[in-house]
């Protein structure tokens, strides 16, 4: 039926007129209710007053939005905690088997509200995040938030900034593998969901900042964590040490959910290309955790001296604020690395007060300072001369600590390769104790069996008696055997004699 030329419902009341946004028709609901109230169908409209919906398209054909909202959604849905990017367990409500199936999340937000908008080399959006401050170490800032974040990355001009309310607390933890897949315990409980990064981290004995391999774990593949009682408990055994006896180390970084007072944490980093070879970055975090306030302001650089030699920089400054005292600390770094087909080297120096940070740098590089230089030269295919200089100062107990090696490496033949050499290592102490190791460096690796079999032999024997605790006199025993291209299996044993250790 028609009322003054207009569509009319049932009861002959005139319908409004459809609303239009962007030339397109959009349905109004409250123009049917009384419909579906005469047709007793109002009763099944709603269920639990939610409304939710998901929404992906693009706007004038180079801005793509994504936007969802969900009234539905509350604060502490998975067991009382947040849970962040809506991941679940896959042996929670079915079970998988050989299923390579990599879930993802669209809309991921533990707010009703979720929003991205995405053109070209920008985005910006209101949802789960990883700040994703990575690129530097004292500026580094890596966490899993909810809120605002933005990102541009151009030809000259980048940027990462990011802002969240929270009441999440940073954790980072590292413990050393025990020989078992666990329990570890963390240090705090009541952690919030799918906030986890476990990575597997080997370190150079006698260079604690470098680290020799890294191996990023997937949560319910590699382990599982506990987030109520905040307990690891991996798939195969973590050793104490690696193949080469550095030390190995379960790095545990996560969010911790267990206070009602939410404040804002923010930041971010701005980098800017001068030229092609270089980039000046600035950086600035501003975490508001109760209990662990801090600031933290960084500037870095990098320049490209030649295709072979980079040089790289780096300063920053912190002042913290936790419930019993107060920190502030600067760190620094230069270094510069040359690679070619001869020559290997670096050279370096770097600080870390003991004060400085917001928890995201490794602590075996808190109260340091390093200055040294290390080389690697070819004189032939089958000749190379091999040396390392350094000094090592810990500000907690005053001592330092001086290394200088030289070693020459030559393949004798095919199946037969050997060195020699010498270091020498003095550690002072605060109270004026010296202790020191002077010692001569021999090795050799012979093959069988058509390469397949590899026997090994290295020796550290002091001319005197070896005095430093991190260099004793050492004997090494080793031996590799190719099962097959991709299996090795290798046995090594190493015996250690010195004043303090054995």
Do not use: C
Not at 170 to 180: H, K, M
């Amino acid at each position: 039926p028609r009322v003054d030329g207009r569509l009319a419902d049932q009861d002959g009341a005139p319908q409004r007129q459809p609303v239009q946004v962007a030339g397109v028709p959009v349905l109004r609901i409250d123009a049917h209710q009384q419909v579906a109230t005469v047709s007793e169908r109002d009763d099944d409209l709603f269920d639990g007053d939610r409304i939710a919906f998901y929404a992906k398209g693009t706007v004038r054909g180079d801005t793509l939005i994504t936007l969802a909202y969900d009234t539905a959604k509350q604060k502490g849905d998975a067991g009382g905690f947040t849970n962040l990017f809506q991941s679940i367990s896959p042996t929670a409500y079915y079970t998988l088997f050989a299923d390579s199936t990599q879930p993802g999340f669209d809309a991921a937000s533990s707010s009703k509200l979720y929003l991205k908008i995405e053109r070209r080399q920008f985005y910006a959006m209101f949802g789960d995040f990883d700040t994703g401050l990575t690129v530097t170490e004292f500026s580094r800032y890596s966490r899993s938030l909810t809120g605002v974040k933005s990102e541009y990355q151009g030809e000259r001009f980048a940027y990462n900034a990011f802002a969240s309310e929270t009441s999440q607390a940073f954790v980072r933890d590292e413990l050393r593998g025990n020989g078992t897949s666990g329990l570890y315990r963390l240090s705090r409980g009541n952690i919030v969901g799918n906030s986890d990064k476990i990575t597997i981290e080997s370190r150079d004995r006698f260079h604690s900042q470098t680290v020799v391999s890294s191996q990023t774990l997937v949560r319910y593949l590699d382990y599982d964590i506990d987030t109520t009682q905040g307990t690891l408990f991996f798939r195969r055994p973590v050793p104490n040490r690696d193949a080469q006896f550095n030390p190995v180390y379960i790095v545990a970084e996560y969010e911790a959910d267990d206070s009602d007072d939410e404040a804002v944490t923010g930041g971010g980093r701005a980098s800017f290309k001068p030229t092609a070879d270089s980039e000046i970055g600035v950086s600035y975090i501003r975490q508001g955790s109760v209990g662990d306030k801090g600031d933290l302001g960084g500037l870095d650089f990098s320049y490209l001296v030649t295709d072979q030699t980079r040089i790289l920089g780096e300063y920053a400054h912190s002042d913290r604020e936790g419930l019993l005292d107060a920190s502030n600390g600067n760190a620094w770094k230069i270094e510069a690395l040359h690679q070619s087909e001869t020559l290997d080297a670096s050279v370096y120096a770097r600080q870390q007060d003991s004060g400085f940070g917001l928890g995201q740098q490794a602590n075996s590089e808190t109260g340091t300072r390093k200055i040294g230089a290390d080389a690697r030269y070819a004189l032939s295919d089958t000749l190379h001369l091999q040396g390392q200089i350094y000094q090592q100062d810990t500000f907690s107990t005053g001592d330092t600590r001086n290394v200088v090696e030289g070693r020459v490496e030559s393949q004798l033949a095919d199946n037969f390769t050997a060195y020699a050499g010498a270091n020498y290592a003095r550690d002072e102490y605060q109270s004026g104790k010296v202790l020191e190791s002077k010692q001569l460096l021999a090795g050799a690796a012979y093959d069988l069996l058509d390469h397949r079999l590899t026997l090994r032999a290295a020796t550290e024997v002091g001319l005197d008696e070896a005095e430093s605790v991190d260099f004793p006199d050492r004997r090494l025993f080793g031996a590799d055997y190719k099962l097959t291209e991709q299996t090795l299996l290798f046995a090594e044993q190493e015996f250690a004699r010195g004043e303090n250790l054995s």
